[in-house]
């Protein structure tokens, strides 16, 4: 296996004066950066590459894979690193400078605050390469809340050069003097190819049912699959979806009748994204997965689990038998989904951002054209 899984020369062909690495290392953030990437290819005016790493680059290269952008490069590590920190950013320092030495982008973007966007944003500012920021939430008044991302976004909004915010920012607010409010580029993701599920999530964002999703693989979660049809009883405002390899056990038959629950023995990644950012809480037995979900704006708990808590720690580690009542807890003071309004064009404002900071069009506003654009 060699060090890139994409080599340079099997990048597409450089016809465009710009280029910007688009660098994710977790699932949140391909699934805020994969839309971004469809939108720069639609309007053709600047070559964006996908750039798959992080700790485990590999399932970062197939969440690309699976919402329908492939990584254009995948950047390998030499041994896997330590699961602190320091370990993983001194490990994926080192490599991401190579790839911006090797490729020399005109820009780098970056979502989020996680230790790749972190990392990335760092060595690009040492490399004199303007960075974008491309953070959809809201920042808090806590340094340690949560732990490490806000730190990490507070440190690349000192190195950034565009900042591309959900809301509506002024120019010179305390994100940065370049704030420019696009939406959340999530949405622009593949709807569930499952009619039921697309309709599920529709009816969630319209401010329907709370989702409960489930994930159990281990048998010793079944106390868990089993309490889930009480908890259907006690909460009509639920809805719940079972996944993994438990949805087969004989515990999981009382909810295939119940018509406000669905059990399915898997579940593809693209539907998965868009049914855990709908959902009002995550229960799984999986870390990565309960890891990942926080940065698709869900709280997860792990199903006796062995997550070590951080200040500002949204996943919870619990037994077996207290899962439910965490669960109820959750759903009672989380309410109704927050629903944010989206026309679908977050990844092309996005792109036409860029566009104006590398002085392609008069305005960063959508709509706005350059004399030799036809098409934004």
């Not at 690349?156 to 409010?181: H, K, R, Y």
């Not at 697309?198 to 699959?225: E, F, H, I, Q, Y």
């Not at 792990?302 to 037994?319: K, M």
């Not at 092309?348 to 590398?358: P, S």
Request: charge should be negative.
């Amino acid at each position: 296996m060699t060090e890139f899984e994409t080599s340079l020369g099997a990048l597409p062909d450089p016809e465009h004066d710009h280029d910007v690495l688009l660098v994710a290392g977790s699932l949140p953030e391909v699934a805020r950066l994969a839309p971004v990437s469809t939108a720069f290819a639609e309007a053709d005016r600047i070559r964006a590459i996908t750039v798959a790493t992080g700790p485990d680059p590999m399932s970062v290269h197939e969440a690309f894979e699976a919402l329908g952008v492939p990584a254009d490069v995948t950047v390998l590590l030499r041994e896997p690193p330590a699961p602190h920190p320091a370990a993983i950013a001194a490990t994926l320092m080192a490599r991401l400078d190579e790839v911006l030495v090797d490729l020399d982008p005109s820009a780098v973007m970056v979502y989020g605050g996680g230790m790749t966007a972190a990392v990335a944003a760092q060595v690009a500012f040492w490399r004199q390469i303007p960075v974008v920021h491309l953070q959809s939430g809201v920042a808090t008044d806590d340094l340690l809340c949560p732990f490490p991302q806000e730190a990490n976004r507070r440190i690349i909004g000192q190195l950034a050069s565009l900042f591309l915010v959900a809301e509506q920012s002024g120019t010179g607010s305390s994100v940065g003097p370049n704030a420019i409010a696009v939406g959340e580029t999530m949405t622009a993701n593949p709807q569930p190819a499952d009619l039921w599920f697309a309709r599920l999530v529709r009816r969630v964002w319209a401010g329907g049912p709370r989702l409960v999703l489930v994930g159990l693989d281990r048998n010793d979660s079944l106390g868990v699959l089993a309490g889930l049809p009480d908890l259907l009883e006690h909460e009509p405002g639920i809805e719940i979806v079972v996944f993994g390899k438990l949805a087969g056990h004989g515990a999981a038959y009382p909810l295939l009748e119940h018509e406000r629950a669905r059990v399915v023995s898997s579940m593809p990644l693209a539907e998965l994204v868009q049914l855990v950012a709908a959902s009002a809480v995550l229960v799984s037995d999986d870390p990565d997965l309960v890891a990942d979900a926080p940065g698709l704006g869900t709280p997860a708990v792990l199903v006796d689990g062995p997550n070590i808590p951080q200040p500002g720690d949204s996943i919870r580690s619990i037994l077996s038998p207290a899962v439910m009542t965490t669960v109820r807890q959750i759903i009672a003071t989380a309410g109704i989904t927050p629903v944010t309004p989206s026309d679908g064009l977050a990844a092309a404002r996005v792109e036409q951002a860029v566009a104006w900071m590398f002085g392609l069009c008069p305005s960063p506003l959508l709509g706005s054209q350059s004399p030799t654009n036809t098409q934004v």
